[in-house]
């Protein structure tokens, strides 16, 4: 049974004394707590209880009982391996906080509990800490009292501490790794030579990789604070070899005390704790760069995925299309929309009327299914969606680009304000499958899973262009209306029909993209304007109809930026970043890579 | 010369004394009561129209007659707007909510703290305070940028969508710069709640004579008004004053002196009819203390106030700057944009008249044949751009005032499209059109946004559509292009395109 913290309980408190009748506040937060160390009890865990009265259940009885206080402490740390029995925790946590009581008559005295339950005057029935059975009178019919009637047994602070200690040790023997790791962790920062003896015996059993290493710090750490010049130090290096990120502000405070008193400390520490912080430090800064290249890969993976299918259309057709950042944004109100049908349905509203549609109600993997399901139908639905779009607009206007950015302009306003009336001006909330949430670490270095699905994605949509492109006679015709348009159209290539399939195509490849944004950026009506400016630095960056070009273009935008961030902020970088760009093309006015051709262009 | 044909100049002619002449007379000698009777509210509006119209000549100039679609004139715009909104910024003179000789936002940013040396007034913001000096910026600031960013992309031959691009993320980059509040221009409040333009009430620098005597002389308090005005200054200074006075150090003594009185000035009425009993006021001074003014007329009375009572020591301002809201203000701004509109408009009609604008065209219709004719088509296309800079700078700082708040989302990259849109839905290449669509375009965004908010969205994307697709040549354009339609019957969507003579040579890329 989990013990919240008392702060915890007391921040609830004035909630429960609107829920119970009016009753003086010390006796509603005894109750709470009390409820809360006992776990609500139910009568067959008390009835499981009795059948195995515990030697610990004795122990406690007896720490309880004992007159001398030294004698409780004592009884009390003998407990510390007793953690996976609730019940120790729990009546100790409750005897810390004055919520176990003693019954005492003429000859016996008898520690309890009250149980979680009460009756409609506050009343609770009493369970021995012996055997956990309910105390009851002559007649059989078991007692009840009201905690705020009772005395609580009697604790001095060393107990209290001892308890405590005793309390947070059994987390050390929790079965759950990363709990133990966790708790080696906080103990460990607080250095108490206490704690130390647990930390060996602890090691000696200990079997998962993290949380050894976690015990290794504790220990080096603890060991760092002794005033043995020779332990000391060696526990300081040692911590610089486990390259500890916890520990490195202690050893710089170490290191800046060493410095100033030269004579308490000596020089071994002073080079130690230098040797320890500067190897950790380093650790640290290898750390970061990693993270930093990550998060520039994975910045540059979205990017990427968004700014592709912009690249291509714009190769082909010299259009630049600004309603791009809407496709995106179809194609993730679509997984929106797939989501709500693979789960609980969902409200939107159509010229004003509100439309539900049910859900399928399926929770677990069917659910987490959605996701594959929504980037194959977001696919569809933009690629559509950008088939109207060139089908009803675009195809008038091959000749004049300038005027078909301001035409695909006044096509974004109007999608974004359609998105407003039909899912809300609010950002619509579209959960992560499963397997897309949570991260891993390796050597202090975050990976979710939902960037590296984003990079996975992002090699894939290339590979799916590439084949497009070389492998199949669509591609074939692309390339050849790319490179000239009039010569293609002279031996037979349907241009028309070419110029419809790619724009289909690269805004099937949006809608994917704005699937996938879904799942790490807001989805909401301005979704698509978040993105648009980068993906047209990209185009104009990685030059026209080359994927290489825009691969490169988007790893250079996304890493500069992230690169940039911790130096500048996020806007300086970014304004940075642009003004590169600018310089940039003074030196290759045509982008990264320019597609040679014979024709003078403009 | 240019040269105008009779049914241009008769035009010309009357819109000019219909704005200039007919609508502030409305305004000013037409009783509210009549149905004839033009706001100051509608003034304002029209005047901000007009500014827009501004703009959208210096979008035409380069969209229309050289061909390059810039998507960031919004910014030029909005930095002559910033320019003179700094001005006036200086000239609150502490009647903001802190009653500081900072402006507000810099009070609230903790500048003190960053420019503790000057008292909280970044360095590049002191000569603003000159209006000459920000009227120079209006025109300089947007001229370098236009002029740098220009060279960078004219030399390096960006043109078309891609030029258009870089424009926009010019002014995307100066947009969520100017969002910062690091870089000193408000952040995103930007500079509002101006009170006084072209000067100020406030006590400034040279106007207090023999500032040593006049320390002396508060300080003796002989008078009701010194004793009162002396009373007023905290203890500190009225000590730091009576040491400078003594040791004579005028200079110094006339700032601290100039702080406390312009403090006192902008804190409430200084009057009271015991103080001023020795006092001589004028009659124009006892009427206005009957109105009991307040904010700015109250300054302006304090200021008349405080020179009656001191003749000998306090110099006689005669220009205290204009109140900004005042309708006579306001009036004088709206003629200012409709004056400027005019002069811009006679510069492109003069500009556009001559070789260099035939070259301009040229540029717009095949730019390599130009190119290989032997002009060096970046250096004209260098001076459009700035010329277009400038004057949108301007547009912007007459813009500022009448709106009375500039901050950076004047500056945002939709601003800058819809800026373009005014021009396509009136007619490029042309000069007329670019007005009447600013203006046709903002009247029905200001209806459409006051009516039906949500669908003002849907009316201006359609615009951008409709206007794209089968107006080519805007609202000008129209009656040709409804003759063209009625002489060749069964013509589509596709033939409009072939009346916009704009790409002349409509030959696929080769």
Same mark, same amino acid.
């Given at each position: 049974?989990?013990?919240?913290?008392?702060?915890?309980?007391?921040?609830?408190?004035?909630?429960?004394?609107?829920?119970?009748?009016?009753?003086?506040?010390?006796?509603?937060?005894?109750?709470?707590?009390?409820?809360?160390?006992?776990?609500?009890?139910?009568?067959?865990?008390?009835?499981?209880?009795?059948?195995?009265?515990?030697?610990?259940?004795?122990?406690?009885?007896?720490?309880?009982?004992?007159?001398?206080?030294?004698?409780?402490?004592?009884?009390?740390?003998?407990?510390?391996?007793?953690?996976?029995?609730?019940?120790?925790?729990?009546?100790?946590?409750?005897?810390?906080?004055?919520?176990?009581?003693?019954?005492?008559?003429?000859?016996?005295?008898?520690?309890?509990?009250? /149980?979680?339950?009460?009756?409609?005057?506050?009343?609770?029935?009493?369970?021995?800490?012996?055997?956990?059975?309910?105390?009851?009178?002559?007649?059989?019919?078991?007692?009840?009292? %009201?905690?705020?009637?009772?005395?609580?047994?009697?604790?001095?602070? &060393?107990?209290?501490?001892?308890?405590?200690?005793?309390? !947070?040790?059994?987390?050390? %023997?929790?079965?759950?790794?990363?709990?133990?790791?966790?708790?080696?962790?906080?103990?460990?920062?607080?250095?108490?030579?206490?704690?130390?003896?647990?930390?060996?015996?602890?090691?000696?059993?200990?079997?998962?990789?993290?949380?050894?290493?976690?015990?290794?710090?504790?220990?080096?750490?603890?060991?760092?604070?002794?005033?043995?010049?020779?332990?000391?130090? %060696?526990?300081? +290096?040692?911590?610089? /070899?486990?390259?500890?990120?916890?520990?490195?502000?202690?050893?710089?405070?170490?290191?800046?005390?060493?410095?100033?008193?030269?004579?308490?400390?000596?020089?071994?520490?002073?080079?130690?704790?230098?040797?320890?912080?500067?190897?950790?430090?380093?650790?640290?800064?290898?750390?970061?760069?990693?993270?930093?290249?990550?998060?520039?890969?994975?910045?540059?993976?979205?990017?990427?995925?968004?700014?592709?299918?912009?690249?291509?259309?714009?190769?082909?057709?010299?259009?630049?299309?600004?309603?791009?950042?809407?496709?995106?944004?179809?194609?993730?109100?679509?997984?929106?929309?797939?989501?709500?049908?693979?789960?609980?349905?969902?409200?939107?509203?159509?010229?004003?009327?509100?439309?539900?549609?049910?859900?399928?109600?399926?929770?677990?993997?069917?659910?987490?299914? *959605?996701?594959?399901?929504?980037?194959?139908?977001?696919?569809?639905?933009?690629?559509?969606?950008?088939?109207?779009?060139?089908?009803?607009?675009?195809?008038?206007?091959?000749?004049?680009?300038?005027?078909?950015?301001?035409?695909?302009?006044?096509?974004?306003?109007?999608?974004?304000?359609?998105?407003?009336?039909?899912?809300?001006?609010?950002?619509?909330?579209?959960?992560?499958?499963?397997?897309?949430?949570?991260?891993?670490?390796?050597?202090?270095?975050?990976?979710?899973?939902?960037?590296? #699905?984003?990079?996975?994605?992002?090699?894939?949509?290339?590979?799916?262009?590439?084949?497009?492109?070389?492998?199949?006679?669509?591609?074939?015709?692309?390339?050849?209306?790319?490179?000239?348009?009039?010569?293609?159209?002279?031996?037979?290539?349907?241009?028309?029909?070419?110029?419809?399939?790619?724009?289909?195509?690269?805004?099937?490849?949006?809608?994917?993209?704005?699937?996938?944004?879904?799942?790490?950026?807001?989805?909401?009506?301005?979704?698509?304007?978040?993105?648009?400016?980068?993906?047209?630095?990209?185009?104009?960056?990685?030059?026209?109809?080359?994927?290489?070009?825009?691969?490169?273009?988007?790893?250079?935008?996304?890493?500069?930026?992230?690169?940039?961030?911790?130096?500048?902020?996020?806007?300086?970088?970014?304004?940075?970043?642009?003004?590169?760009?600018?310089?940039?093309?003074?030196?290759?006015?045509?982008?990264? #890579?320019?597609?040679?051709?014979?024709?003078?262009?403009? | @010369?240019?040269?105008?044909?009779?049914?241009?100049?008769?035009?010309?002619?009357?819109?000019?004394?219909?704005?200039?002449?007919?609508?502030?007379?409305?305004?000013?000698?037409?009783?509210?009561?009549?149905?004839?009777?033009?706001?100051?509210?509608?003034?304002?509006? *029209?005047? &901000?129209?007009?500014?827009?119209?501004?703009?959208?000549?210096?979008?035409?100039?380069?969209?229309?007659?050289?061909?390059?679609?810039?998507?960031?004139?919004?910014?030029?715009?909005? +930095?002559?707007?910033?320019?003179?909104?700094?001005?006036?910024?200086?000239?609150?003179?502490?009647?903001?909510?802190?009653?500081?000789?900072?402006? !507000?936002?810099?009070?609230?940013?903790?500048?003190?703290?960053?420019?503790?040396?000057?008292?909280?007034?970044?360095?590049?913001?002191?000569?603003?305070?000159?209006?000459?000096?920000?009227?120079? @910026?209006?025109?300089?600031? =947007?001229?370098?940028?236009?002029?740098? #960013?220009?060279?960078?992309?004219?030399?390096?031959?960006?043109?078309?969508?891609?030029?258009?691009? +870089?424009?926009?993320?010019?002014?995307?980059?100066?947009?969520?710069?100017?969002?910062?509040?690091?870089?000193?221009?408000?952040?995103?409040?930007?500079?509002?709640?101006?009170?006084?333009?072209?000067?100020?009430?406030?006590?400034?620098?040279?106007?207090?004579?023999?500032?040593?005597?006049?320390?002396?002389?508060?300080?003796?308090?002989?008078?009701?008004?010194?004793?009162?005005?002396?009373?007023?200054?905290?203890?500190?200074?009225?000590?730091?004053?009576?040491?400078?006075?003594?040791?004579?150090?005028?200079?110094?003594?006339?700032?601290?002196?100039?702080?406390?009185?312009?403090?006192?000035?902008?804190?409430?009425?200084?009057? /009271?009819?015991?103080?001023?009993?020795?006092?001589?006021?004028?009659?124009?001074?006892?009427?206005?203390?009957?109105?009991?003014?307040?904010?700015?007329?109250?300054?302006?009375?304090?200021? $008349?106030?405080?020179?009656?009572?001191? =003749?000998? $020591?306090?110099?006689?301002?005669?220009?205290?700057? #204009?109140?900004?809201?005042?309708?006579?203000?306001?009036?004088?701004?709206?003629?200012?944009?409709?004056?400027?509109?005019?002069?811009?408009?006679?510069?492109?009609?003069?500009?556009?008249?001559? &070789?260099?604008?035939?070259?301009?065209?040229?540029?717009?219709?095949?730019?390599?044949?130009?190119?290989?004719?032997?002009?060096?088509?970046?250096?004209?296309?260098?001076?459009?751009?700035?010329?277009?800079?400038?004057?949108?700078?301007?547009?912007?700082?007459?813009?500022?005032?009448?709106?009375?708040?500039?901050?950076?989302?004047? @500056?945002?990259?939709?601003?800058?499209?819809?800026?373009?849109?005014?021009?396509?839905?009136?007619?490029?290449?042309?000069?007329?059109?670019?007005?009447?669509?600013?203006?046709?375009?903002?009247?029905?965004?200001?209806?459409?946004?006051?009516?039906?908010?949500?669908?003002?969205? *849907?009316?201006?994307?359609?615009?951008?559509?409709?206007?794209?697709?089968?107006?080519?040549?805007?609202?000008?354009?129209?009656?040709?292009?409804?003759?063209?339609?009625?002489?060749?019957?069964?013509?589509?969507?596709?033939?409009?395109?072939?009346?916009?003579?704009?790409?002349?040579?409509?030959?696929?890329?080769?």
């Amino acid at each position: 049974m989990h013990v919240p913290p008392p702060l915890c309980a007391k921040t609830q408190a004035p909630v429960k004394i609107n829920l119970q009748t009016r009753r003086v506040r010390r006796c509603v937060r005894a109750f709470f707590l009390a409820s809360l160390c006992l776990g609500l009890v139910d009568s067959r865990a008390a009835a499981a209880a009795i059948a195995t009265p515990s030697t610990n259940r004795t122990v406690l009885t007896e720490a309880v009982l004992a007159e001398d206080s030294d004698k409780q402490i004592e009884l009390v740390r003998k407990l510390v391996n007793a953690g996976s029995e609730s019940i120790v925790e729990q009546a100790l946590s409750a005897w810390r906080l004055g919520n176990l009581f003693l019954l005492e008559t003429n000859d016996t005295r008898i520690p309890f509990l009250l /149980e979680a339950r009460t009756d409609g005057e506050g009343k609770a029935v009493a369970l021995r800490l012996l055997d956990g059975e309910a105390l009851k009178d002559a007649d059989g019919v078991p007692i009840k009292f %009201s905690a705020a009637d009772l005395t609580p047994v009697d604790t001095t602070s &060393k107990l209290r501490k001892a308890i405590k200690t005793t309390l !947070d040790l059994f987390a050390l %023997s929790s079965p759950n790794s990363k709990i133990r790791r966790d708790a080696v962790i906080k103990l460990g920062q607080e250095q108490d030579p206490e704690y130390l003896p647990h930390f060996e015996s602890r090691l000696q059993d200990e079997t998962v990789r993290e949380a050894r290493r976690a015990l290794h710090e504790a220990i080096s750490l603890t060991l760092a604070a002794s005033e043995d010049p020779v332990v000391r130090d %060696s526990a300081v +290096l040692r911590l610089g /070899e486990l390259r500890s990120i916890t520990s490195l502000q202690f050893i710089k405070n170490l290191e800046k005390q060493a410095a100033a008193n030269p004579g308490k400390f000596g020089e071994g520490t002073l080079s130690a704790t230098r040797a320890a912080a500067q190897r950790i430090e380093t650790y640290i800064a290898f750390g970061n760069l990693f993270g930093t290249a990550f998060r520039g890969v994975s910045l540059s993976a979205v990017i990427l995925v968004a700014a592709l299918g912009l690249a291509i259309t714009f190769g082909l057709m010299n259009i630049i299309n600004m309603a791009h950042g809407e496709i995106m944004a179809v194609g993730a109100y679509t997984a929106f929309v797939v989501q709500g049908l693979f789960g609980g349905g969902l409200l939107f509203s159509v010229f004003g009327k509100t439309v539900s549609l049910k859900g399928m109600g399926w929770t677990g993997g069917w659910f987490d299914a *959605y996701f594959i399901v929504a980037l194959a139908v977001s696919f569809v639905t933009a690629g559509l969606a950008g088939l109207a779009l060139e089908r009803t607009i675009l195809r008038f206007l091959y000749r004049r680009p300038l005027e078909s950015l301001l035409a695909t302009w006044g096509v974004s306003l109007i999608l974004q304000q359609i998105f407003r009336h039909t899912f809300g001006s609010a950002n619509v909330q579209v959960s992560s499958p499963s397997f897309l949430s949570g991260s891993f670490v390796v050597h202090d270095v975050l990976f979710a899973y939902n960037r590296l #699905f984003i990079v996975g994605f992002a090699l894939f949509v290339v590979f799916l262009t590439w084949l497009l492109l070389s492998k199949t006679s669509l591609g074939l015709q692309i390339r050849a209306v790319m490179q000239n348009r009039a010569m293609a159209s002279c031996i037979g290539v349907r241009t028309e029909r070419v110029n419809m399939m790619t724009f289909a195509f690269g805004s099937g490849l949006a809608g994917m993209a704005g699937a996938c944004l879904s799942q790490i950026a807001n989805v909401g009506p301005s979704l698509g304007q978040r993105y648009i400016i980068d993906c047209f630095m990209v185009v104009v960056l990685g030059g026209v109809g080359n994927l290489v070009g825009t691969v490169s273009a988007a790893v250079g935008v996304g890493v500069t930026d992230q690169i940039l961030q911790p130096w500048l902020g996020a806007v300086l970088g970014k304004i940075t970043v642009l003004a590169a760009i600018i310089l940039f093309l003074q030196w290759r006015p045509n982008g990264l #890579f320019v597609t040679r051709s014979r024709s003078l262009e403009g | @010369m240019i040269k105008f044909s009779k049914l241009e100049l008769l035009a010309v002619a009357l819109a000019a004394f219909v704005g200039l002449v007919v609508l502030p007379c409305l305004n000013a000698f037409v009783p509210p009561s009549s149905g004839f009777h033009v706001t100051t509210f509608s003034l304002s509006l *029209y005047g &901000k129209y007009l500014t827009y119209a501004v703009l959208a000549l210096g979008v035409n100039l380069l969209w229309g007659y050289t061909g390059l679609l810039s998507l960031g004139q919004c910014l030029f715009f909005s +930095l002559g707007g910033y320019c003179l909104g700094m001005n006036m910024m200086m000239n609150i003179s502490r009647l903001g909510q802190y009653h500081e000789a900072i402006p !507000d936002f810099m009070v609230f940013l903790e500048f003190p703290a960053r420019y503790p040396e000057t008292g909280g007034l970044p360095p590049h913001w002191m000569p603003f305070k000159h209006f000459w000096f920000a009227g120079l @910026m209006v025109v300089l600031v =947007p001229a370098a940028v236009a002029a740098l #960013f220009g060279w960078l992309a004219f030399r390096s031959r960006i043109k078309g969508v891609y030029f258009s691009i +870089l424009s926009q993320a010019l002014t995307y980059a100066a947009c969520l710069m100017f969002f910062r509040n690091d870089f000193t221009f408000g952040g995103n409040n930007g500079l509002t709640d101006f009170k006084f333009l072209l000067g100020t009430p406030s006590l400034e620098a040279g106007e207090i004579a023999r500032p040593a005597d006049f320390i002396a002389k508060l300080s003796e308090g002989r008078d009701g008004v010194s004793k009162h005005l002396w009373s007023q200054i905290p203890e500190p200074s009225q000590k730091r004053l009576k040491e400078l006075a003594d040791a004579n150090q005028g200079a110094a003594g006339e700032v601290l002196l100039g702080a406390e009185l312009n403090k006192i000035l902008a804190t409430g009425l200084i009057y /009271e009819e015991r103080r001023f009993s020795e006092v001589a006021l004028a009659p124009e001074i006892k009427r206005r203390l009957g109105q009991n003014p307040r904010d700015t007329g109250m300054l302006n009375l304090n200021r $008349d106030l405080l020179e009656s009572a001191f =003749p000998q $020591d306090v110099a006689r301002k005669r220009f205290q700057g #204009f109140v900004v809201n005042d309708p006579a203000t306001k009036r004088a701004l709206y003629i200012c944009s409709g004056a400027l509109l005019l002069l811009t408009y006679l510069f492109c009609r003069w500009l556009t008249s001559t &070789k260099f604008g035939l070259i301009q065209r040229a540029v717009r219709d095949s730019e390599n044949r130009v190119l290989f004719s032997g002009y060096a088509t970046a250096s004209f296309k260098l001076f459009v751009f700035v010329t277009a800079a400038v004057i949108a700078g301007l547009g912007g700082a007459l813009f500022v005032p009448q709106v009375g708040i500039i901050n950076p989302s004047e @500056m945002g990259a939709d601003k800058s499209i819809e800026a373009v849109i005014w021009v396509a839905v009136g007619g490029r290449g042309n000069l007329l059109g670019p007005i009447l669509g600013a203006i046709g375009v903002n009247s029905l965004k200001s209806y459409a946004t006051h009516s039906f908010a949500e669908q003002w969205p *849907y009316i201006l994307g359609g615009l951008f559509v409709f206007v794209t697709l089968f107006m080519p040549k805007g609202l000008v354009g129209l009656p040709s292009q409804i003759r063209a339609f009625w002489s060749k019957p069964g013509s589509t969507a596709a033939d409009a395109e072939s009346a916009a003579p704009l790409k002349p040579g409509k030959t696929a890329r080769l």
